[in-house]
């Protein structure tokens, strides 16, 4: 797309409403575009339509008029979670009108170099820990997008003194064009969101987009555990700076020793960055770092090399990576009740997550797992559900399909909570149901592997109503 300004006087349609699509309206309506926003919820659904309606903005709620795209419109900003089969997007591209997402929008109008990260896993923890680096190291870093400020809102504010750190998701990256982020992470490639993407081809391509417009004087930072990550490599024009938890590299960041799997995690390490020149710094011993988990190590070693190529001295990056306490719904801990322990990682919206969550712990788990069904077998579970896990407490639409896999791996105390029409209250009887199998010493861990949708209208709200849950045995 083209710099907001240059559909002065031009028809826009932004689909879907919620803090970005306020935003988006709003910066084009400022730049003198005829803004129509249209939401298929329910005008009673949209307390957000009255905010726009009094600046002048025209919003349509409760469906798709057939007459709302047409060829005198010229761009069409979509909310990231409206799928490309919807009505109102495949006219717009049948028309040959050009459909981005906010960060789009975004970028053409952001005055500070960008920080993009993204992967299917760990995109916030990391996010959020490389704005307190830059923080730490005195970058101004502006955190946006996902978390934080609306991304439009932050980008009108950003100057050339602060850097834009923003998480990005492979269904915001799908609706970029021209999207150049100086410093470009992928942290991961797991198979999620296949719903959305129709398969992995797709998935891929839209995490790679990331990378599409860098030159040689960017950044891409890349998991060189990760095969997918790796087979990028060739394609990127920016300069590679990899990050491993499992081989000592010329360039990048690494732990040392490396990880071997079926070691057990307390090996002293240490965090290295190298510089490729046999230069080679000392960041902060592994168990100093402020969050448990190996997985949570990668994020750390990603963090550093992201903080490191925006500018951030090395000797400035041991007080945030110890100081940091984790993000919330992401292995949060909750409280201890009769001896054991409980943690809320209802972020873990896919099984690998929940898999490098029940690798965090040493103790014997009580997993409270199950989702929304998006089509996986789950298979992916068995060998942590033995080696692992204890007990499963399982819920929602793919309770059987996690029960099976639990029975093949041997568990012997596997509960299947019905949904009841009260999700909260379902939820709830989960906790109480993991309590009673759940001795001193033990994990209760909620990491459906799964999103919510089916039950509840966010992780956060599934989250939250573990946590209270939690607080009330």
């Known amino acids: 797309m083209n710099h907001p300004e240059t559909y002065h006087g031009q028809q826009v349609v932004v689909l879907g409403l919620a803090k970005s699509g306020v935003q988006v309206a709003k910066v084009l309506y400022r730049a003198g575009a005829n803004v129509i926003v249209n939401d298929k919820k329910d005008r009673e659904q949209c307390p957000e339509a009255s905010e726009l309606e009094a600046l002048g903005i025209s919003v349509v709620c409760g469906g798709h008029p057939d007459d709302l795209i047409h060829s005198d419109v010229k ?123 129709g398969g992995m081809e797709d998935y891929v391509a839209s995490k790679a987009k990331l990378f599409a417009n860098q030159k040689s004087d960017d950044v891409a930072v890349l998991n060189w555990d990760d095969a997918v990550c790796r087979e990028l490599i060739p394609y990127i024009k920016a300069r590679v700076i990899p990050f491993s938890l499992t081989e000592n590299l010329e360039t990048g960041v690494y732990a040392d020793p490396p990880y071997v799997d079926g070691e057990e995690d307390d090996v002293k390490r240490q965090v290295i960055y190298a510089d490729g020149a046999g230069n080679r710094a000392v960041i902060i011993d592994v168990q100093d770092i402020g969050i448990p988990g190996r ?89 942590v559900l033995e080696e692992r896990v204890k007990a499963l407490v399982v819920l929602g639409e793919n309770r059987a399909k996690i029960a099976k896999v639990a029975e093949l791996a041997g568990l012997k105390h596997i509960k299947v909570v019905d949904n009841e029409e009260d999700a909260a209250r379902t939820l709830t009887v989960a906790v109480q149901e993991a309590a009673s199998l759940a001795e001193p010493g033990d994990v209760v861990l909620l990491s459906p592997a799964c999103a919510s949708w089916d039950m509840f209208a966010s992780y956060e709200e599934r989250g939250r109503i573990f946590k209270e849950a939690a607080h009330n045995l």
């Open 75 to 197: 761009l069409v900003v979509k909310n990231p979670g409206i799928p490309y089969q919807a009505a109102p997007v495949q006219q717009a591209l049948e028309l040959g009108i050009e459909v981005v997402t906010e960060v789009e929008v975004a970028y053409h109008l952001c005055g500070a170099p960008m920080i993009g990260i993204t992967g299917s896993n760990g995109k916030t923890t990391t996010t959020t820990w490389v704005g307190n680096m830059l923080e730490q190291a005195g970058l101004n870093p502006i955190v946006a997008g996902n978390i934080g400020t609306p991304l439009c809102e932050a980008a009108e504010q950003a100057t050339a003194d602060n850097w834009m750190v923003v998480e990005l998701s492979s269904f915001q990256l799908k609706g970029t064009v021209e999207f150049r982020p100086r410093i470009a992470a992928l942290l991961n490639v797991a198979e999620t969101h296949l719903d959305y993407h």
């Open 295 to 383: 997985f949570n190590v990668g994020n750390a070693l990603a963090a550093v090399a992201i903080a490191i190529a925006a500018g951030a001295d090395p000797s400035q990056l041991a007080a945030p990576l110890a100081d940091f306490r984790g993000v919330e719904h992401r292995l949060e801990y909750v409280l201890k009740h009769n001896g054991s322990v409980y943690y809320n990682n209802s972020k873990a919206t896919n099984s690998k997550a929940t898999v490098m969550a029940l690798n965090s712990f040493k103790e014997p788990v009580v997993l409270i797992a199950g989702g929304l069904d998006r089509g996986s077998d789950m298979m992916e579970l068995l060998p």
